[in-house]
């Protein structure tokens, strides 16, 4: 079956610091991947997508690349800000069954310290 | 996008008793889909709930255990039975956009749920 494996965290980093957290998957056909952010005390909400090879999702300076053939979906900032603390799953979405039921990563929780 | 509110946002219940969550969407949708999300862990998808059918249950996952109802096209509950201490957990509804058709979910806040 479809499977989303995200690096551990916690990751800590300094404001200002580079993000990367890693999402690497399997699946049978040719998925949807995308980010999803959990603030403390909320639901998940979509960071962002991509429904095809080679397409890149941004927002709120964030970005991920869809790689085939490293079947890969990292996630990218290139300065973190404190206010992006968060835990972050990596997921990814096959239609099967007439539905686009998602598997989600483990999460990665990211700490920014001022 | 789809607004989803969840009542209630958090309880304390006591073992042997249950808890039912209400999950309202501001607009209809076919499928919803009730989460739990132990502390620490991902999502584990309990149930898909269809309008005027009976919910489709995971692996591991019992109707008697997670009852779910789904009245019509808005609105959905799931009650966890016979709490104990290991139903302790966030459950989070969620429902699937429908425009486009690229697997995007939209998430409700969550309920927290301790059981003592």
């Known amino acids: 079956g479809d499977s989303v494996t995200q690096m551990e965290g916690p990751v800590t980093l300094s404001e200002e610091a580079c993000l990367t957290i890693n999402c690497t998957y399997t699946a049978t056909g040719y998925p949807s991947l995308f980010w999803y952010v959990q603030y403390p005390g909320e639901g998940l909400q979509l960071l962002l997508k991509a429904t095809k090879a080679d397409d890149k999702g941004s927002n709120k300076g964030f970005e991920a690349t869809y790689r085939k053939e490293t079947t890969s979906f990292h996630l990218e900032k290139g300065s973190v800000q404190v206010s992006d603390s968060a835990v972050y799953f990596c997921?990814?979405?096959?239609?099967?069954?007439?539905?686009?039921?998602?598997?989600f990563g483990r999460g990665t929780s990211l700490i920014v310290h001022p | 996008s789809a607004v989803i509110s969840q009542k209630p946002s958090r309880d304390i219940c006591q073992r042997g008793t249950s808890l039912t969550i209400q999950c309202q969407v501001d607009?209809?949708?076919?499928?919803m889909f009730w989460y739990r999300q132990q502390p620490g862990q991902s999502l584990t998808l309990i149930a898909t709930a269809n309008q005027g059918s009976e919910a489709t249950y995971e692996s591991g996952f019992v109707i008697d255990k997670f009852p779910i109802s789904r009245p019509n096209l808005t609105f959905s509950t799931l009650t966890v039975s016979n709490l104990s201490p290991e139903d302790s957990s966030i459950y989070l509804c969620?429902?699937?956009?429908?425009?486009?058709?690229?697997?995007?979910?939209?998430f409700g806040p969550g309920t927290r749920l301790t059981v003592l």
């Open positions: 969620s429902v699937e956009r429908l425009a486009g058709g690229t697997g995007e979910q939209f």
């Open positions: 997921a990814l979405s096959d239609r099967g069954g007439g539905s686009y039921i998602p598997t």
């Open positions: 607009s209809q949708v076919t499928m």
